[in-house]
């Protein structure tokens, strides 16, 4: 727009010069006065430009300004933007701290270790349990036992005191299953003491090879048949001072023979009776005469035979050496070493043998009241 207004003000002036052309003064007065107007005329032309320059600069300013102001405003809307969204940030974020810090708060402490699975093994004992204490636990133990093995027994099978007696010699280090599977060769071919006396040794070797230590037992089965048959008129004698003098016979396996084929009363320390009766701490003692000394102050003298059955049964069947199933004890409320074993119901349960684990017993010809099976013959081969 500056510009146009200065070309038709320079337009105007030349027209009116070729007019006027022979007069020099005039000329020269219209040229002065057309310098002297040009002069105005280039001043005004550079007003216009100057004031579009500073329009411009203005503009420009202006513009700059306003990009300024955009810039600032854009700056401060983001630096809000940002703020807001920081302190929106820290906002959430205290929350969510406070949050877990009221969580944490009221939340049950975890715990530092699982929880046990086994109970306390046994109480610290207050004071020392008194004679007559002991007594009373033992005989309940013992009326306990009575309940859950109603039909215990030897668990030998043998026809005669002659059958029990070499029976029980055979049983060492080994178990009654394999005595029982073992036996019926062996009184088929000699069923008297005379007979067994008689015999060729390597061949009740080869019978009897299944129980281990084959030659020691022959010796002492066939020494004490010797002895019977000398001494006792072929006949097991029925006093516990005789039979101890028979090869092989010793306390435990005269207290057998007394208590099951005389009916004599007697306390039978096996591996396993010694093991409960420490267990149920009715003595601490090891020897197994000092242990049936013991255990026989505690029971009147009708008890011991069944007593012993009893608590050998238990030892096979539940409170076994290395682990007792205790979760599966009938007496484990009256047991001092409660725990010792698996005490799970149900991995204990997992852990009862013969028919309370539904499985076969060790006689091959169990009594008429055993809630078992039969132990199966022993395998050919
Ligand atoms: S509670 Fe355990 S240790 Fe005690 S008698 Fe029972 S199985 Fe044996």
Redesign the pocket.
Known sequence: MAAASHDSAVGEHASSAPGKATNRTALGRSKALTVKKTTPAKKTAAAPAKKSATSAKKTAAKKSAATKAAATKAVVKKAAVTKAAATKAVAKKTAVTKAAAKKTATAKPAPTKPAPTKPPTKKPPTKPESHTALVRRARRINRELAEVYSYAHPELDFENPFELLVATVLSAQTTDLRVNQTTPRLFAAYPTPEDLAAAVPEEVEELIRPTGFFRAKTKSIMGLSKALRDDFGGEVPGRVEDLVKLPGVGRKTAFVVLGNAFGVPGITVDTHFGR?VR??KWTEETDPEKVETAVAALFPKSEWTMLSHRVIF?GRR??HSRK???GA?P??EL???????ETDPEKAKKLLKYEMGGLPGQRLKPPPDYPGRPAPPLAEG
Do not use: D, K, V
Not at 336 to 341: I, N, T, V
């Open positions: 409960l267990r149920w238990h539940i409170c007792p199933a205790c004890c007496i484990a047991c001092p070493s409660y725990g010792e074993g």
